[in-house]
Every structure is written in C-alpha cells, then in structure tokens.
C-alpha cells in the first residue's frame, strides 16, 4: 500500500488485498452517496449487500492494474473514495476515466475530494494517463466540485440517467488535460 500524509486526512491507495478488505465500508459509502441524493448508479433505498457487487467485480482489475483506488481515512473510517480507470484500449493508452468520488455526507467540505482528487492525477500523470474524462449529474455538488477542480465541460446529454427517485435526469460530461 501506498501511503501519503495529506491533511485533513490521509489519502491511501490501496493494493488488491486492502482494496477488497475495505469493500463492506466502499459498500457503505456508496449507500450514504444515494441516501444523500446523488446519481452514482443506484435507485433510493439500495443497501450495502445491493452496493458491494459493484465494488467485488472490480477487484480483478484492481489486482491487474487498470484501476487504481484511493481512499480517504479520517480517524482510521473510510470518508472517501476514487477510481483512477485505465482505458485498456490500444489506442489510448494516455487516457482514463475518474469514477466514485465519493465523500461521506458526515465528511462534506472538508477537502477531501480534492485531496482524493490530487493523489488520482498524481497516479494518472506518472502513469503517462494524461487525458481524463469523467460524468455527473448535470448541476450537482459534484458538477460544482469537477469545475471548481480545473475540469472542463464538454457536453450535457438529456435523460442519460436516472434521478435516486427514478426521473431521468441530465448528464454532463467533462474533460481534462493534465499536461
Ligand atoms: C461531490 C463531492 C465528492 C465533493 O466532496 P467534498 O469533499 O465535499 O469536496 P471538497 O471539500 O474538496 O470541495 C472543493 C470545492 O468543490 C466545490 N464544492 C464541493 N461541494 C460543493 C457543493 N455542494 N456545492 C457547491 N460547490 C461545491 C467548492 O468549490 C469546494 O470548495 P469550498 O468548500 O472551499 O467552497 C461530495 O459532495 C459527494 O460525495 N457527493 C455525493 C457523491 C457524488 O455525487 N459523487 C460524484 C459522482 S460522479
């Protein structure tokens, strides 16, 4: 594991074995994202048992390098999370996709996902992954959070998704290069 000191709380990648070790509390999170209304997949009412497939079929890639997962701990409880994403494409090997950047609603406002934020490109420009897209539910906390990060837009698409109560909702798309 990789570690990084970096108040308010300490950013940890996590290898394979930590990466599934800490899915009951990445399940758990992903529940608190919803409950607090935000468009990460899942519908209202979702549980941990529902959310942990999500973060267990992935562990394979974590184990073979396409993803690379952080998490944020604060007081030895995972507050936070991200997914660094690799295209495993032989035609972008300088591209990946951020996903599940996710803070508790107890934790908000602290900067933590703009720490969990910093130590993703970090991995991504020494792995030579400079071109980075990602998506969110267009006016969301985290629409505000991307554009307070030096993200771009590059489009909205209507009804991409639905809404935690089922209504289809937009999506924007943005961008970013880190060169
Ligand atoms: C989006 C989210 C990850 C932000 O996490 P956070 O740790 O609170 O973000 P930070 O404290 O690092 O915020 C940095 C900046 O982003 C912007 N920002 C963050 N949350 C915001 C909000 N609710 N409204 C407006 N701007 C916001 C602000 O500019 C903020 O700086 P400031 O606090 O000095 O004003 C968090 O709200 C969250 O987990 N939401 C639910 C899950 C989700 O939607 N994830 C994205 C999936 S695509």
Redesign the pocket.
């Given at each position: 594991m990789t570690e990084r000191a970096s108040p308010p709380v300490t950013i940890r990648e996590l290898d394979a074995a930590g990466y599934e070790a800490a899915i009951p509390d990445l399940a758990a999170l992903l529940v608190d994202?919803v409950d607090?209304?935000?468009?990460?997949n899942f519908l209202a009412g979702v549980t941990a048992d529902e959310t942990a497939p999500w973060w267990t079929e992935r562990i394979d890639q974590v184990r073979n390098g396409v993803i690379s997962a952080f998490v944020?701990i604060d007081d030895e409880r995972i507050v936070?999370s991200t997914l660094l994403i690799r295209s495993r494409n032989p035609n972008s090997p300088h591209r990946a996709e951020?996903?599940?950047?996710?803070?508790?609603?107890s934790?908000?406002?602290?900067?933590?996902?703009?720490?969990?934020?910093a130590a993703a490109e970090d991995r991504a420009r020494a792995d030579g992954r400079w071109m980075l897209m990602?998506?969110?539910?267009t006016g969301?906390?985290?629409d505000?959070?991307?554009?307070?990060?030096g993200w771009v837009e590059l489009g909205v698409m209507p009804n991409h998704a639905l809404a935690t109560d089922g209504t289809p909702t937009p999506t924007t798309f943005f961008w970013k290069d880190l060169r």
């Open positions: 994202a607090s209304g935000a468009g990460v944020a936070g951020i996903g599940k950047v996710l803070v508790h609603s934790a908000r406002r602290r900067g933590i996902a703009t720490a969990l934020m990602l998506d969110t539910v969301s906390a985290a505000a959070f991307y554009r307070s990060q």
